[in-house]
């Protein structure tokens, strides 16, 4: 019953994905808008395989990819410091409680003219984001996770007699993981949303900056068909971690555990 | 070995004041006995058990002395069941390699009847057969003395009986301590013949 009713909704959604994509093509060729607005499927196609092909969107993927997964990784590693130092002290914990209730619910936009101030306009500056973007929702959910370890595990911890680093390893990381995945997925979204955004505003850094910079430069040059050829890419890319990498990373963990 | 507690007081604080869980109580159990221990549920017999293990004190607990908890989800979710028996027995033998450590989580196994079962995770297993993997690591890691609470109190009666036969059978090979706590007379009277009454402790009682 449960195969047939999640059938059902992916054909559903493949339904929905049919009629939007021909509401779009009608509207574009014979509904009367301008190709300034709004493109054929046609030319976006046509103009994201040039690009892909022909053009600097293959690097400005990869730079993307790249500083994310930097400023991510830092995250993690911040937060997971940050979050075992509060379980053994008091003052970590209401220090860690102070910046994440300043940092959580700020924009990392809005600390962008600080950010190019502190660390100028460079590689430096977007990884600064995206650990801002990042650092918190992770460190919530891992704090969550590390108060939700069950008493008995490290009970069970100190019977084998394994040392306080061995039991924040094998036990209070390893049982906090559907948090840290939680919050690793949060921080992604966030994440992912920072970047595109800073990338338009700092231009080309690195090489030849990232997909924001690509969006940027084709409205620059009145290019409709590059802009949507943009967009799908962010969409696409951010579909991709959210739904097949994430996934298959819980798959072969917290699912596989039954902790999910 | 030979558990001796003398005259110990536990309190903890309530809304309503200060609650004497244990009060000057004493208990002896000589190496290789296995004494039952029966009181009604809330007396104090899990705060006994923990005291005895280290968990409570300023004791550290010892693999030598180990627990097996009423919870049934006390192996790690994250190994298999093999993998928690060989992962203790790394952490507890200092310098044993990883397959003499998955040779005696094998031998563990076979002894409770779940070699078959070696890399099932936990949640793949019933609650009767986590109990007998929570056994069998304790026997890995070769302690002296369990401390049971009321291990098998959430399984049916077949499985209870199956989980008795083999907890004797495993006393009487290994010459094991074992300190078993229930509110079940009748589960006290098919383990052991030494019963000893929780409230009469409070007076020394050798066994």
Redesign the interface.
Known sequence: MKILKKNKEKYIILFWIIVLLTIWQLAATVGGVSGLLLPSIGEVASTLVDSLLHGDLPYQIYYSLKVILIGISIAVFAAILLALASQKYMMIAGLSKVLSGIGHPLPALALLPLIIIWFGTGDASIIAIIVHSALWPILINLNAGFQAV?Q??L??G?????SPW?IAY??KL??S?PYLLSGVKIAFARSWRALIGAEMVFGAIGLKGGIGWYIFKQRTFMNTPGLFAGIIVVVLIGLFIERFLFDYIEKR?VQ????N | MDIKLNGITKEYHHEDGKIKVLNNLSLEVPSGHFVSVIGPSGCGKTTLLKLI?G?DSDE????DI??I?Q?S??L???RTLGSNLS??IM??NLGIGKDKAEEKAKAALAEVALLDFYDY????LSGGMKQRGALARALA?ESKVLLMDEPFSSLDQENKEIAYELLLKIWREKKLTIIFVTHDLEEAKRLSGQILYFEDLNGKIPV
């Open positions: 069950p008995i595990y009970d069970i100190r019977n084998l007699e394994l061995e094998e036990i390893k049982a993981l963990t596989k555990w039954g902790q | 293990g968990f550290k607990p010892s693999k180990f627990m908890f919870d989800n006390q790690f979710p994250w992962y203790a952490k507890t995770y936990p949640h793949h890691v």
